[in-house]
């Protein structure tokens, strides 16, 4: 791995365990394995690094959601993988903790990538929904893109609450919950 992928890798890692104030260019360095002057030589300094780190968490996040989303099945079922795929839910999301981040939120540029993903998110899901709407799987009136903010709700507010109580319990609660209100309607 070359030192400019160590570095943005270290800023990933760092950014989802101390958020962008705890994570230092002295702390990217040292978790990154490189010289004092590597950052600066790579990039024009932490503002620079932290967003490269975070287009990386999203893209990758997306590709995740995007794997279980286009995959096979129902409507319900693409939706039912997503919310039941595999995740550190004690660590919470690397997207969706950076939106508690005073720094993050109050810059455009390093903000601008989560709201992407955020978007991107809620806008495929509802597309799923309409989908199954279409279909007839879903209620006639349920409004997709009210029900893709509240998928999206429940597993950010489902890693806040596992991360408040340290255990994955509440999280899975909280998704066994928005699958049964979604529950396929019988015909």
């Known amino acids: 791995m070359s030192t400019s992928e160590r570095l943005i890798e270290s800023t990933r890692e760092l950014l989802?365990?101390?958020?962008?104030?705890?994570t230092s260019p002295r702390a990217i360095l040292e978790r990154a394995g490189a010289g004092q002057g590597s950052m600066y030589h790579h990039f024009k300094g932490k503002?620079?690094?932290a967003l490269a780190a975070i287009r990386r968490t999203a893209a990758q996040l997306r590709a995740a959601a995007e794997a279980v989303l286009d995959g096979p099945g129902?409507?319900?079922?693409?939706i039912e993988a997503y919310l039941l795929r595999e995740r550190d839910v004690l660590r919470g999301c690397p997207v969706g903790r950076l939106t508690m981040d005073p720094d993050v939120v109050a810059d455009d540029v390093l903000r601008a990538p989560v709201d992407e993903t955020l978007d991107w998110l809620r806008e495929?899901?509802?597309?799923?929904?309409?989908e199954g709407r279409?279909?007839?799987?879903?209620?006639p009136g349920l409004d997709g893109g009210e029900v893709a903010a509240a998928v999206?709700?429940?597993?950010?507010?489902g890693y806040v609450l596992a991360r408040a109580s340290g255990s994955p319990a509440a999280f899975?609660?909280?998704?066994?919950g928005v699958l049964a209100l979604l529950a396929p309607r019988k015909p």
Not at 74 to 78: D, N
Not at 124 to 130: C, K, T
Not at 152 to 157: K, L, M, P, R, S
């Open 134 to 139: 279409e279909q007839g799987l879903f209620e």
């Open 16 to 22: 989802w365990e101390r958020g962008y104030v705890g």
């Open 124 to 130: 495929r899901l509802a597309g799923i929904v309409e």
């Open 152 to 157: 999206v709700a429940t597993v950010q507010g």
């Open 47 to 49: 503002p620079d690094l």
């Open 74 to 78: 129902t409507p319900y079922e693409r």
């Open 172 to 176: 899975d609660a909280a998704v066994r």
